[in-house]
C-alpha cells in the first residue's frame, strides 16, 4: 500500500479540465511545500511536470497545474488532450531523507 | 542535453547481489546541490525511493530504511557515473529500476529503467 493516497482512475473529454487528488498526512504533504508530480506513459520512464507544489519545469505545458490544501495536494489538467493519456504519480518529502509516492492515477481521454 | 543511461543485467538470483550502473552525460556528478538517486518500481510496492548520492565538498549518502541494512549507492567521479548495489536480493526486489536525478527535492531527470527480476 502506497504512502500517498490518489484515486486509481479519472477520466475526462478532450477539451474538459480534470483534477488529481494526492492525499497524504501532516508528516509529508502536510509539513512540506515538496510535492512534485509526475507523468509516466506506458514502458517509459516518469518525466516530472511539478515540483514543489506549483512549479512547472522549463517545456511542461502551463495547462498542468498544482496546488495544495492541508494533507492533500491536487494536479490540475486543463484542455485536455488525447496525448495526456497516461499515469499520473504524486511524489511528496516525509522528513528524515526520504521520499514517499502515491499509487498512481490513471488518466483517460474519452 | 542531460542524460542518464543504466546498464546492468535483467536477472539476478536469490541471495545474490543486484548491481546498476548509471552513466551521466551532460552533466558532471560532482555537481553542488543536487543528488544522484536510485528508485525502483513493481505493481506491488508501487514506486519506492531506494536512496542517493550526493557531494557537498565530500561525498555522502542517504538510504530508505526499508533497503538500508543492503543498499550501496557510489559516485564514480572517474567515469562520471554511480552505481548501485542491493546485497541478498529475494524475489520480492524484482522491479523497474531507476536512476534520477534530483533537484528541487524533486526527480528531474530519470533513466531508461532497467528491469529486474531475481528468480533461480
Known amino acids: 500500500q502506497s504512502a500517498l493516497t490518489q484515486p486509481a482512475s479519472v477520466s475526462g473529454s478532450p477539451g474538459q479540465s480534470i483534477t488529481i487528488s494526492c492525499t497524504g498526512t501532516?508528516?509529508?504533504?502536510?509539513?512540506?511545500?515538496?510535492v512534485s508530480w509526475y507523468q509516466q506513459n506506458a514502458g517509459k520512464a516518469p518525466k516530472l511536470i511539478i515540483y514543489e507544489v506549483t512549479n512547472r519545469p522549463s517545456g511542461v505545458s502551463n495547462r498542468f497545474s498544482g496546488s495544495k490544501s492541508g494533507n492533500t495536494a491536487s494536479l490540475t489538467i486543463s484542455g485536455l488532450q488525447a496525448e495526456d493519456e497516461a499515469d499520473y504519480y504524486c511524489c511528496s518529502y516525509a522528513g528524515i531523507t526520504t521520499w514517499v509516492f502515491g499509487g498512481g492515477t490513471k488518466l483517460t481521454v474519452l | 542535453q542531460i542524460q542518464l543511461q543504466q546498464s546492468g543485467p535483467g536477472l539476478v538470483r536469490p541471495s545474490q547481489t543486484l548491481s546498476l550502473t548509471c552513466a551521466i552525460s551532460?552533466?558532471?556528478?560532482?555537481?553542488?546541490?543536487?543528488?544522484w538517486n536510485w528508485l525502483r518500481q513493481s505493481p506491488s510496492r508501487g514506486l519506492e525511493w531506494l536512496g542517493r548520492a550526493y557531494y557537498r565538498s565530500k561525498w555522502s549518502n542517504d538510504y530508505a530504511v526499508s533497503v538500508k541494512s543492503r543498499i550501496t549507492i557510489n559516485p564514480d567521479t572517474s567515469k562520471n557515473q554511480v552505481s548501485l548495489q542491493l546485497n541478498s536480493v529475494t524475489p520480492e526486489d524484482t522491479a523497474v529500476y531507476y536512476c534520477a536525478k534530483g533537484e528541487h527535492t524533486a526527480f528531474t531527470i530519470w533513466g531508461q529503467g532497467t528491469m529486474v527480476t531475481v528468480s533461480s
Open positions: 501532516s508528516s509529508d504533504v502536510g509539513s512540506y511545500n515538496l
Open positions: 551532460g552533466d558532471s556528478i560532482s555537481t553542488y546541490n543536487v543528488a
